[in-house]
């Protein structure tokens, strides 16, 4: 079987200002460790790569506030390791 490869779980937005978004390192055990991976988010195809403004490394989560949404704006998000800048 191949090894899962790092994915986003799930993103979310209960109050439709603000939302999570959760992930997992897959099989890839050496990126279990907090800020092995990190996330990236932008709202506009060309505007450069943002990384998330809060992490809770516990629940592998990331936070976006309502200073980092656009209401009816969709967000594209990555996760990138510690080594891929």
Known sequence: MA???PHFTS???RDQATFRCWWSEGSFHNLSEPGALRVFYRYKKNSPWK???EYIYSNKECFFD???TTIWTSCCVQLRSHDNK
Request: proline fraction near 17%; hydrophobic fraction near 15%; include cysteine.
């Open 66 to 68: 309502t200073n980092h």
């Open 11 to 13: 993103c979310v937005s």
């Open 51 to 53: 990384e998330c403004p």
């Open 3 to 5: 090894p899962s490869v």
